[in-house]
C-alpha cells in the first residue's frame, strides 16, 4: 500500500505570512483580522493556535516583524518597497531617528506657522489699539485718559494691501505713519488712526467747525455737533503754512472724529501715500463693540 501524502493543513509551517493567509505586504487590520479569524476556526486548540497567536505576535509589532522580514528566506515574495515620502525631513534626513524627526517635525511645524502669522500681520491684516479720544465716539479709548469714553480701549483690524489695488476713498478710518512734525504739535508720533477727508486735488476748507471740500460743505455724519471746533481754516493754514490752494498728488488730509479734540493734519499737515498703512474694516474688541466700518 502506497505511503499516503500528509495534508497541507496539518503541515507545519514557518511562514508567518502563510500561517495567517495573508500577504507580506498586508496591513496592520488585515492582519489582525486573519488572526481573529484563524483563532476562531482553530476553536483555540494549543498547538495549532499557539502557532497562530506567535505568528501574530510578530507581526502586529512594526519593530519585529521588520526584523522578521529581514531574516526570511525565501518564504513568499519579498515585500514591496516603500512609497517615496513627501515629507521633507524624511528626504533630507532619511536616516534620522524617530524621536529626532518628531522633534524637527514640530519645529518646522511652528516656525512655519509663526512665519505665516508675521507675514499675514506684515501684508495682509494687522490688529491695532485706539490710544486717545480723537477718534470718539467712533472708536473708543479707555479710561481715565483725557475724553475717553469706555473703560476698555477699542482694538480694531486694518486692511494692509487693499491700497494696493485700488484708491484711498474719503470717509475711510486709516492707519497710517504720520509726519515728523506730529511729534512737535502732538507730543507723540508714529501709527495714527484719523479719517480720511481731503483727497489729492481737493480745495479743503474748514468754517467754523464745518468742513467744506471744493465749496461744497461735506456730509460728515459721523461727526456729533458737540465735538465740532469753532476754527475757520484753509489749505493755506496748514503745515507747511501758505503753501498749498488744493491738496497736491499723491497726499491726503486726515481728521479726527473728535475735532475739538484731535491733533490731526491741521497740525502737522498732509499724509502722504506712501505713508498709508491700510484701511481700518473692522472693530473686534471688547466684544460689545464688534462692528464692521
Known amino acids: 500500500m502506497a505511503t499516503g501524502t500528509e495534508p497541507a493543513a496539518d503541515r507545519h509551517v514557518s511562514d508567518h505570512y502563510a500561517l495567517l493567509g495573508v500577504r507580506p505586504d498586508a496591513s496592520p487590520q488585515e492582519i489582525e483580522s486573519a488572526y481573529r479569524r484563524g483563532a476562531l476556526e482553530l476553536g483555540y486548540q494549543d498547538g495549532a493556535w499557539r502557532e497562530l497567536r506567535d505568528a501574530?505576535?510578530?507581526?502586529?509589532?512594526?519593530?519585529?516583524?521588520?526584523?522578521?522580514?529581514?531574516?526570511?528566506?525565501?518564504?513568499?515574495?519579498?515585500?514591496?518597497?516603500?512609497?517615496?515620502?513627501?515629507?521633507?525631513?524624511?528626504r533630507l534626513f532619511p536616516n534620522l531617528p524617530h524621536g529626532w524627526r518628531v522633534a524637527i517635525d514640530w519645529v518646522v511645524t511652528i516656525a512655519g506657522a509663526v512665519a505665516i502669522v508675521?507675514?499675514?500681520?506684515?501684508?495682509?491684516?494687522?490688529?491695532?489699539?485706539?490710544?486717545s479720544s480723537s477718534m470718539e465716539p467712533t472708536l473708543h479709548c479707555?479710561?481715565?485718559?483725557?475724553?475717553?469714553?469706555?473703560?476698555?480701549?477699542?482694538?480694531?483690524?486694518?486692511?494692509?494691501?487693499?491700497?494696493h489695488f485700488r484708491e484711498p476713498r474719503r470717509g475711510e478710518i486709516v492707519v497710517f505713519t504720520t509726519?515728523?512734525?506730529?511729534?512737535?504739535?502732538?507730543?507723540?508720533?508714529?501709527?495714527?488712526?484719523?479719517?480720511?477727508?481731503?483727497?489729492?486735488?481737493?480745495?479743503?476748507?474748514?468754517?467754523?467747525?464745518?468742513?467744506?471740500?471744493?465749496?461744497?460743505?461735506?456730509?460728515?455724519p459721523y461727526i456729533q455737533a458737540t465735538r465740532r471746533d469753532p476754527q475757520t481754516l484753509t489749505l493755506r493754514d496748514i503745515p507747511p503754512r501758505n503753501t498749498y490752494t488744493r491738496i497736491p498728488k499723491d497726499y491726503y488730509l486726515m481728521m479726527g472724529d473728535n475735532r475739538s479734540s484731535s491733533c490731526d493734519s491741521r497740525r502737522w499737515g498732509l499724509v502722504p501715500r506712501k505713508n498709508l498703512i491700510g484701511k481700518v474694516f473692522a472693530t473686534y474688541w471688547p466684544p460689545n463693540r464688534i462692528s464692521f466700518h
Request: aromatic share 8%.
Open 56 to 90: 501574530y505576535e510578530v507581526l502586529r509589532d512594526p519593530e519585529e516583524r521588520a526584523r522578521y522580514d529581514t531574516e526570511r528566506n525565501g518564504f513568499g515574495p519579498p515585500r514591496p518597497p516603500q512609497k517615496k515620502t513627501h515629507n521633507p525631513v524624511d
Open 118 to 131: 508675521l507675514a499675514i500681520k506684515a501684508w495682509v491684516v494687522n490688529p491695532y489699539r485706539i490710544p
Open 142 to 163: 479707555a479710561r481715565p485718559a483725557q475724553g475717553c469714553e469706555a473703560s476698555t480701549s477699542d482694538r480694531v483690524l486694518a486692511n494692509r494691501f487693499i491700497y
Open 179 to 220: 509726519p515728523k512734525l506730529a511729534l512737535q504739535e502732538c507730543g507723540s508720533q508714529g501709527t495714527f488712526v484719523k479719517r480720511l477727508i481731503g483727497l489729492p486735488g481737493d480745495v479743503w476748507e474748514e468754517r467754523n467747525g464745518v468742513v467744506y471740500i471744493n465749496g461744497k460743505r461735506l456730509n460728515e
